[in-house]
């Protein structure tokens, strides 16, 4: 299996911008999740999907986020407008157990909003 | 909620056994404990993880008291390889919240011969 896979890896947007993030899970993990990173404060947890249903998204940092998986070897992380705070590097991870077996990250999207 | 306190670094030789130890003293009853390791410029990559007393695999080994207040990831003989953040991370899928399932600051690792 190839992993979980993001695209793009390096995003720079211009401030209003919209921005739209992909990955495509490792086939078979029903678990789904997007975390953000930043120096200053280190790897939140913004939305996790089980069966592609979003179960908790009280990690959103607010209405110019959202995110979708239409189908369960696609999701879709949108920031409309984004804004120069926005900038971070964004994971997707996904699992068929948490509990037992963790996650397993992509290797994330660096976005820049300038 | 169970917030994990950890070393913000610690520093090695190449060779040396390292113990990093995790504070999570509000754990839960269904709550895991799992260990990642994030090497710059990727994803945080899953080391290993427990429920109580000891677990090992090749990598690692996972130490975890009766009170489950705490636990110790225990890397034996590191190399200049092993130079990462090291995260705890406490939670219960499904049935946590995403606060629970939020990682810590970590702990730096340095290596050096």
């Known amino acids: 299996d190839a992993g979980v896979i993001q695209s793009p890896r390096h995003e720079v947007t211009e401030m209003g911008q919209e921005v739209t993030l992909r990955c495509k899970p490792i086939?078979?993990?029903?678990?789904l999740f997007w975390y953000r990173q930043t120096m200053m404060r280190g790897l939140e947890l913004l939305i996790y999907?089980?069966?592609?249903?979003?179960?908790?998204d009280s990690g959103m940092p607010e209405d110019r986020f959202s995110a979708k998986m239409p189908n369960a070897s696609f999701s879709t992380l949108k920031i409309q407008p984004s804004e120069p705070r926005d900038s971070a590097v964004y994971f997707c991870?996904?699992?068929?157990?948490?509990?037992?077996?963790?996650?397993?990250f992509g290797s994330g999207t660096r976005l820049t909003v300038v | 909620l169970a917030k994990t306190t950890q070393p913000i670094s610690m520093d090695s030789y190449e060779g040396q056994e390292v113990n990093i130890t995790c504070s999570h003293n509000?754990?839960?009853?269904?709550?895991?404990i799992t260990w990642y390791q994030q090497f710059p410029s990727q994803g945080p990559r899953f080391i290993i993880q427990?429920?109580?007393t000891k677990v090992t695999n090749e990598v690692a080994s996972l130490f975890i008291p009766a009170d489950r207040k705490s636990s110790t990831l225990s890397l034996p003989r590191v190399s200049l390889s092993d130079t990462a953040v090291y995260y705890c991370?406490?939670?219960?899928?499904?049935?946590?919240?995403?606060?629970?399932?939020?990682f810590g600051t970590g702990t730096r690792l340095q290596v050096t011969l």
């Open positions: 991870a996904s699992s068929f157990d948490p509990a037992r077996y963790g996650y397993t």
């Open positions: 086939s078979g993990h029903d678990y």
């Open positions: 999907f089980n069966n592609n249903v979003p179960i908790d």
């Open positions: 509000n754990i839960a009853t269904n709550d895991y």
């Open positions: 427990g429920y109580k």
């Open positions: 991370l406490v939670g219960d899928v499904p049935a946590g919240t995403a606060s629970k399932l939020t």
